[in-house]
């Protein structure tokens, strides 16, 4: 026969106990790994992730800097969906773009509808493009980050609020921007059997 407790992969020398925690370990990684993740993209802006520094309350209460307020000007925010590659769902923006002037709110929709004949949970991340606006890129309200359940055939709109710093219009590396795409991806977390009942 042959002895089940040695596996070609694992050193003899680690022991049962050892194994289990490093399988333990590996699975709160992953588990840990989307939270992680935005926490390291939000501080560093990595990908186009907004960074939070001020909070809302504090950056819609400045007052407007007169130099700011001259040099407005109207941006284009274009709306991008994707979904991960086995996940068998419909997800779409439900406007093309919005035009927006920095400091101004703004609410926009994305749809999604799951396709499949079983329950998906999904969780979406997001980038904004051109990379050195993200910065500039507040999200008021947001999907992202949050796992999302639907049930067989189900549809639900689900509403980005944001708005674009003031201080987008006064950064001379942003002249050239004009136009902004946020762009979310939803992987699936899981896919379950409906529960009859």
């Known amino acids: 026969g042959t002895d089940t407790n040695s596996l070609v ?70 709306f991008n969906a994707d979904i991960a590659s086995g996940m068998h769902w419909k997800f779409t923006p439900t406007q093309k773009n919005v035009r927006t002037t920095p400091g101004e709110s703004t609410l926009a929709f994305y749809t999604v509808k799951n396709l ?13 493009t051109p990379q050195k606006a993200g910065v500039y890129f507040n999200k008021i309200q947001c999907f992202c980050f949050e796992e999302q ?18 201080e987008f219009a006064t950064d001379p590396n942003m002249k050239d921007v004009n136009t902004l795409t946020l762009s979310y991806t939803f992987f699936k977390v899981n896919e379950e059997e409906e529960a009859d009942g």
Do not use: W
Request: glycine content about 6%; aromatic content about 8%; overall charge negative.
């Open 9 to 78: 992969f694992v050193d003899p020398r680690v022991s049962r106990t050892e194994q289990v925690a490093l399988v333990v370990g590996m699975v709160g990684l992953t588990y840990c790994s989307v939270p992680l993740y935005r926490m390291f993209c939000q501080a560093t802006g990595f990908g186009g992730t907004t960074q939070r520094t001020l909070t809302l309350e504090d950056k819609l209460s400045r007052p407007v800097d007169p130099q700011v307020e001259e040099s407005m000007r109207e941006l284009t925010v274009h």
């Open 116 to 128: 499949s004949d079983r329950a998906i949970t999904g969780v979406s991340t997001y980038n904004v």
């Open 149 to 166: 359940r639907l049930r067989p055939g189900e549809e639900i709109d689900m509403p980005v609020f944001f708005y674009i710093d003031r």
